[in-house]
């Protein structure tokens, strides 16, 4: 069993997706890799919404199958290893100076763990940003007008990013910048921040690391409702150009 198909089968997100795959019509009709990680955010999304809670998603046997197909298509497709890292461009969506709030509320749980005063991103798959299947989906609200999108160039040589691939880099960052809060763990994002530029949760994290809790000493973490394919800049003067797009 290859390792990307284990980590799938112990995340709820992984699970999740799996589960919905069965009924992924497009996927299953021209095996469009877009088609595939739509399923999977909205997967993400109605977890991290409560639509779909543990007992809801089936394990083992019951998504095996489909589990194999996702856990090929992140080893191998070639988009799949495009969003392992933050390239650039990354896209913005909304106006530029907007922060997305460090928690917000959802069917009366709180949700932690975003950084305050972020600049959000997302990469590009096929040209369009991979944010854009949360936007798409019934779980994001939109204004009726148009989003801006923006187009931000950054020296990929120059930028420090700390990626976030698997379940062993959410350890890594509970045990660099863990911080105790009301008996469990937050990250400290400013102390973060004197270190890195940004931090990118992948695709393949997203199936795999999103929702599951790591120990730390001072309790346990888990990154979430990031819900996609994601870039949080704690600096944002990386950033050589701005070219929006209407």
């Given at each position: 069993?290859?390792?990307?198909?284990?980590?799938?089968l112990?995340?709820?997100?992984?699970?999740?997706?799996?589960?919905?795959?069965?009924?992924?019509?497009?996927?299953?009709?021209?095996?469009?890799?877009?088609?595939?990680?739509?399923?999977?955010?909205?997967?993400?999304?109605?977890?991290?919404?409560?639509?779909?809670?543990?007992?809801?998603?089936?394990?083992?046997?019951?998504?095996?199958?489909?589990?194999?197909?996702?856990?090929?298509?992140?080893?191998?497709?070639?988009?799949?290893?495009?969003?392992m890292?933050?390239?650039?461009?990354?896209?913005?969506?909304?106006?530029?100076?907007?922060?997305?709030?460090?928690?917000?509320?959802?069917?009366?749980?709180?949700?932690?763990?975003?950084?305050?005063?972020?600049?959000?991103?997302?990469?590009?798959?096929?040209?369009?940003?991979?944010?854009?299947?949360?936007?798409?989906?019934?779980?994001?609200?939109?204004?009726?007008?148009?989003?801006?999108?923006y187009?931000?160039?950054?020296?990929?040589?120059?930028?420090?990013?700390?990626?976030?691939?698997?379940?062993?880099d959410?350890?890594?960052?509970?045990?660099?910048?863990?911080?105790?809060?009301?008996?469990?763990?937050?990250?400290?994002?400013?102390?973060?921040?004197?270190?890195?530029?940004?931090?990118?949760?992948?695709?393949?994290?997203?199936?795999?690391?999103?929702?599951?809790?790591?120990?730390?000493?001072?309790?346990?973490?888990?990154i979430?409702?990031?819900?996609?394919e994601?870039?949080?800049?704690?600096?944002?003067?990386?950033?050589?150009?701005?070219?929006?797009?209407?």
């Amino acid at each position: 069993m290859s390792s990307t198909l284990e980590e799938i089968l112990r995340s709820p997100v992984g699970r999740n997706s799996a589960h919905w795959l069965k009924w992924a019509e497009d996927w299953w009709a021209n095996q469009d890799f877009w088609s595939l990680y739509e399923m999977c955010v909205v997967a993400a999304l109605r977890f991290s919404e409560g639509a779909d809670g543990l007992d809801d998603i089936p394990s083992g046997g019951d998504i095996l199958a489909e589990a194999r197909i996702l856990a090929h298509t992140i080893d191998h497709h070639p988009l799949a290893h495009h969003l392992m890292r933050a390239t650039s461009p990354q896209v913005h969506i909304g106006n530029l100076g907007e922060d997305v709030p460090a928690e917000r509320n959802t069917g009366g749980e709180t949700y932690y763990g975003k950084p305050k005063e972020a600049l959000w991103t997302s990469s590009l798959i096929a040209n369009q940003s991979s944010w854009r299947a949360a936007i798409d989906s019934s779980f994001v609200p939109v204004a009726e007008s148009k989003p801006n999108e923006y187009r931000l160039s950054f020296d990929t040589s120059k930028a420090k990013i700390f990626n976030i691939d698997s379940v062993d880099d959410v350890t890594t960052l509970t045990r660099s910048y863990g911080t105790p809060e009301d008996g469990r763990t937050t990250i400290d994002w400013s102390a973060m921040r004197n270190d890195y530029d940004a931090v990118h949760l992948s695709f393949r994290g997203l199936v795999t690391a999103q929702g599951v809790a790591v120990s730390s000493a001072n309790g346990a973490y888990a990154i979430k409702s990031w819900d996609c394919e994601s870039t949080a800049w704690l600096n944002s003067d990386q950033f050589a150009e701005q070219v929006r797009r209407t």
